[in-house]
């Protein structure tokens, strides 16, 4: 059986990445934004709302945590280590998601009007955003082929 895969990806994210309710959500999206990108798809991200604090530059970060707490821990019979448990983190921070996936050429664009809303200013985002008027972003989310929300 053979699959078609849409060619363009838009993911729309605009929840906090502060509220705890979402944050496993907004991993999840920016995981899959870059997995799809690795698989060579076109991928935009629009964030919109407080989803633009996502996109804080390294300069403007207290220290940035992961979004989500998952990790897994081997023991000794399992991975051929000491006694002790030996913890794996798989989550990235979103500034660590957010570079893979603009260096997997991903577009991130961040909504103008959101940059009012919550007083952030263009120079407190990390430098690879497009700041985007909303109808410029609708007018790219009609042509890609399938649209996501987180």
């Known amino acids: 059986m ?3 895969f849409p060619m363009k990806y838009f993911l729309i994210f605009a929840n906090s990445p502060e509220d ?16 799809l ?4 798809y076109e991928v935009y991200l629009l964030l919109i709302e407080e989803a633009i604090y996502l996109a804080r530059s390294k300069e ?18 399992e ?12 989550s990235f921070s979103p500034y ?3 570079d893979g996936i603009v260096s997997f050429g991903g577009h991130i664009l961040v909504c103008k009007s959101s940059l009012t809303l919550t007083g952030l200013k263009e120079e407190d985002l990390i430098p690879s955003i497009e700041l985007v008027h909303l109808q410029n972003a609708v007018n790219i989310m009609v042509e890609c082929n399938q649209v996501l929300v987180f």
């Open 2 to 4: 053979v699959v078609n």
């Open 20 to 35: 705890k309710n979402y944050k496993n959500n907004l991993n999840a999206g920016l995981r899959l934004a870059l997995t």
């Open 37 to 40: 990108l690795m698989d060579e």
């Open 60 to 77: 403007n970060l207290s220290k940035q945590e992961t979004l989500d707490k998952y990790s897994s821990t081997k023991t000794a019979k």
């Open 79 to 90: 991975s051929d280590e000491t006694e002790e448990s030996i913890v794996e983190d798989v």
């Open 96 to 98: 660590e998601l957010l």
